[in-house]
């Protein structure tokens, strides 16, 4: 079933490649031929009248995109009943824009493979306009491409990063186009090499082709075996005659209701599998039992989702991508708001700081004030002192000692002084500490966020493996078992065959021995009858009379022509059978 969001996705590749100024608006003859092309590749009729009545009151200028889109899903999408063909839809589309917007004779693909690649671009591009594909999308495309090529990851995609850094992490569909033509990731890869790859992917991630290949299929009238190309898709398997996929010769629609089991050898075919739906049952036959579990896991895996109603593995894995993403962005717009908090704490931290440097230095310009006017007092007291020593030499006793009392204050102020300035630098030290621990930090979450991640992908990767093990344990132990018991069946009804042989030569034997004894018995009799018919027919031919026939037909006997009158054979007849009867009572 197509996609509304995909649809409009090919259309707006359509719609931009007519707007020619760049502005958003395309005429409206233009428009009308759009329509057309679409209601004609979608099979809905075509109704020219509703458009002139949706942009009635703009008969004359051009129209803009935002009035063209209520009309495209309320006379065009919404009238689609029938299925249809999506790639001749897409390739509609690409035919009206491809030539506007690129140029594929200085490129190493051809239009097709370019075809291909847009319709790709269109399925993993961010459902917001313009049409953007970002960096972890085009990653995984061209991930999925090396694989299928069969080469390995390049290193230099690490590089192209940093060039999208500058693009604002994304590209376009011409854009990613030109990348492949050109052959960034692919200069050692031949051109048939990679339409090769980038046909494959198409056919996984467009035409929902999840498993083919070549296998034999029995046939429902004449049960014959025949090879046939199988392609399984998410809610199908059809079967071609061959890879080509031109002539199509049968279709098995998956639905709730099938099922797919494994069946014992027969018929001189290995490795057989059935499909079993609700009006027929297909039986097929594969090379190996690797190929059998590989058919049998996919093709189990599709009826689990029609099961579930979900979409096919690679839909899903896009949703699961996109989620994962919003899921980042979501923590890290928290790690923002985070660091802007601490940032803020930081700020305050510093003002603080800040206040108690100032404190310091008013202290110090205090100490120095006060130290200065001590000094100017010392001065003082010493020019008194120096004039009036003699007098006041008791009053200078005391006022020494008052000050050695201030010098220990100020010594002891001095003191804390330092120690506040050696606090201060301690302070800018475990600021410092404080942010190199942040730094650290940082780098520990991003590796602990990284290994836990490669952890969970390897966790469910073994058990994945672990699952698939113990499926192909328990499934080879079913056949073993039934084996053992096959096998065991065919042992007792090869000793009863045995025996009831052994009992029917016995029989063969007595019944040819009695077959001989009375052959012998029947020889002699016949022996013993032609002597006496002789000896009778001597003596009733020389004893009987002469006599004329009858004219009618002449009788035969053993004894010659018109021996006997009728009479008389019925009486020979008689007395013969009754010679015949005791003769068999005696043996």
């Given at each position: 079933?197509?996609?509304?969001?995909?649809?409009?996705?090919?259309?707006?590749?359509?719609?931009?490649?007519?707007?020619?100024?760049?502005?958003?608006?395309?005429?409206?003859?233009?428009?009308?031929?759009?329509?057309?092309?679409?209601?004609?590749?979608?099979?809905?009729?075509?109704?020219?009248?509703?458009?002139?009545?949706?942009?009635?009151?703009?008969?004359?200028?051009?129209?803009?995109?935002?009035?063209?889109?209520?009309?495209?899903?309320?006379?065009?999408?919404?009238?689609?009943?029938?299925?249809?063909?999506?790639?001749?839809?897409?390739?509609?589309?690409?035919?009206?824009?491809?030539?506007?917007?690129?140029?594929?004779?200085?490129?190493?693909?051809?239009?097709?493979?370019?075809?291909?690649?847009?319709?790709?671009?269109?399925?993993?591009?961010?459902?917001?306009?313009?049409?953007?594909?970002?960096?972890?999308?085009?990653?995984?495309?061209?991930?999925?491409?090396?694989?299928?090529?069969?080469?390995?990851?390049?290193?230099?995609?690490?590089?192209?990063?940093?060039?999208?850094?500058?693009?604002?992490?994304?590209?376009?569909?011409?854009?990613?186009?030109?990348?492949?033509?050109?052959?960034?990731?692919?200069?050692?890869?031949?051109?048939?090499?990679?339409?090769?790859?980038?046909?494959?992917?198409?056919?996984?991630?467009?035409?929902?082709?999840?498993?083919?290949?070549?296998?034999?299929?029995?046939?429902?009238?004449?049960?014959?075996?025949?090879?046939?190309?199988?392609?399984?898709?998410?809610?199908?398997?059809?079967?071609?005659?061959?890879?080509?996929?031109?002539?199509?010769?049968?279709?098995?629609?998956?639905?709730?209701?099938?099922?797919?089991?494994?069946?014992?050898?027969?018929?001189?075919?290995?490795?057989?599998?059935?499909?079993?739906?609700?009006?027929?049952?297909?039986?097929?036959?594969?090379?190996?039992?690797?190929?059998?579990?590989?058919?049998?896991?996919?093709?189990?895996?599709?009826?689990?989702?029609?099961?579930?109603?979900?979409?096919?593995?690679?839909?899903?894995?896009?949703?699961?991508?996109?989620?994962?993403?919003?899921?980042?962005?979501?923590?890290?717009?928290?790690?923002?708001?985070?660091?802007?908090?601490?940032?803020?704490?930081?700020?305050?931290?510093?003002?603080?700081?800040?206040?108690?440097?100032?404190?310091?230095?008013?202290?110090?310009?205090?100490?120095?004030?006060?130290?200065?006017?001590?000094?100017?007092?010392?001065?003082?007291?010493?020019?008194?002192?120096?004039?009036?020593?003699?007098?006041?030499?008791?009053?200078?006793?005391?006022?020494?000692?008052?000050?050695?009392?201030?010098?220990?204050?100020?010594?002891?102020?001095?003191?804390?002084?330092?120690?506040?300035?050696?606090?201060?630098?301690?302070?800018?030290?475990?600021?410092?500490?404080?942010?190199?621990?942040?730094?650290?930090?940082?780098?520990?979450?991003?590796?602990?966020?990284?290994?836990?991640?490669?952890?969970?992908?390897?966790?469910?990767?073994?058990?994945?493996?672990?699952?698939?093990?113990?499926?192909?344990?328990?499934?080879?132990?079913?056949?073993?078992?039934?084996?053992?018991?096959?096998?065991?069946?065919?042992?007792?009804?090869?000793?009863?065959?045995?025996?009831?042989?052994?009992?029917?030569?016995?029989?063969?034997?007595?019944?040819?021995?009695?077959?001989?004894?009375?052959?012998?018995?029947?020889?002699?009799?016949?022996?013993?009858?032609?002597?006496?018919?002789?000896?009778?027919?001597?003596?009733?031919?020389?004893?009987?009379?002469?006599?004329?026939?009858?004219?009618?037909?002449?009788?035969?006997?053993?004894?010659?022509?018109?021996?006997?009158t009728d009479a008389e054979l019925e009486m020979r007849k008689k007395s013969w059978?009754?010679?015949?009867?005791?003769?068999?009572?005696?043996?």
């Open positions: 079933m197509w996609l509304r969001d995909e649809i409009l996705k090919s259309i707006w590749h359509a719609f931009t490649a007519l707007d020619l100024d760049q502005r958003g608006k395309v005429s409206k003859s233009q428009l009308k031929v759009l329509s057309h092309s679409l209601c004609t590749v979608m099979k809905i009729p075509h109704d020219p009248v509703a458009l002139e009545e949706h942009f009635k009151d703009d008969d004359k200028g051009p129209l803009s995109n935002q009035g063209y889109m209520p009309y495209l899903n309320r006379f065009i999408l919404d009238k689609v009943q029938e299925e249809f063909d999506v790639l001749e839809f897409n390739k509609m589309c690409w035919t009206l824009c491809y030539k506007k917007n690129i140029s594929t004779k200085h490129l190493l693909i051809s239009d097709n493979d370019a075809f291909k690649v847009w319709c790709i671009f269109n399925f993993l591009s961010e459902d917001k306009y313009p049409l953007i594909m970002i960096t972890e999308e085009i990653e995984y495309f061209l991930r999925k491409l090396m694989e299928a090529i069969g080469s390995g990851w390049s290193e230099k995609f690490g590089d192209y990063k940093l060039q999208l850094h500058t693009k604002n992490n994304c590209l376009s569909a011409w854009e990613l186009i030109e990348m492949l033509g050109l052959g960034h990731f692919s200069k050692s890869i031949n051109k048939q090499t990679l339409s090769m790859g980038i046909g494959e992917v198409f056919q996984e991630l467009i035409l929902d082709v999840l498993k083919q290949g070549y296998m034999m299929k029995k046939g429902h009238k004449r049960k014959n075996w025949t090879e046939r190309w199988f392609v399984l898709r998410p809610n199908s398997v059809s079967y071609y005659v061959c890879e080509d996929l031109v002539e199509k010769k049968g279709h098995i629609i998956l639905d709730g209701t099938c099922c797919v089991e494994s069946l014992p050898d027969k018929e001189g075919k290995k490795c057989l599998f059935i499909i079993k739906c609700t009006d027929k049952s297909f039986e097929i036959s594969v090379s190996d039992k690797k190929k059998k579990q590989e058919w049998l896991q996919a093709i189990q895996t599709c009826l689990q989702l029609l099961r579930l109603g979900l979409p096919s593995p690679h839909r899903e894995a896009r949703l699961r991508r996109r989620e994962l993403r919003q899921r980042q962005q979501t923590e890290e717009e928290d790690l923002t708001q985070k660091m802007k908090h601490l940032q803020t704490a930081n700020e305050n931290k510093q003002r603080q700081l800040e206040g108690m440097r100032k404190k310091m230095e008013e202290a110090a310009a205090k100490a120095a004030e006060e130290e200065h006017r001590r000094k100017q007092s010392q001065l003082d007291l010493q020019d008194r002192y120096r004039l009036d020593l003699e007098k006041e030499k008791m009053v200078r006793q005391q006022m020494e000692e008052q000050v050695a009392q201030k010098s220990s204050e100020l010594e002891q102020y001095l003191q804390r002084v330092r120690e506040l300035e050696d606090m201060y630098h301690r302070l800018e030290e475990a600021l410092e500490d404080e942010k190199q621990a942040k730094q650290d930090e940082e780098t520990m979450h991003n590796l602990q966020t990284r290994l836990l991640e490669e952890e969970a992908a390897k966790r469910a990767e073994l058990e994945q493996i672990h699952l698939q093990q113990q499926r192909a344990l328990s499934q080879t132990e079913a056949e073993k078992q039934e084996l053992v018991a096959e096998q065991r069946l065919k042992e007792r009804e090869l000793q009863a065959a045995m025996l009831q042989l052994e009992r029917l030569e016995g029989e063969r034997l007595g019944a040819l021995e009695q077959y001989q004894e009375v052959s012998r018995k029947l020889e002699r009799a016949a022996r013993k009858t032609k002597t006496w018919k002789d000896k009778v027919a001597k003596h009733e031919g020389l004893v009987r009379l002469i006599q004329p026939g009858h004219k009618g037909p002449q009788r035969i006997t053993n004894w010659g022509p018109a021996s006997f059978q009754e010679s015949k009867n005791q003769g068999a009572q005696a043996q």
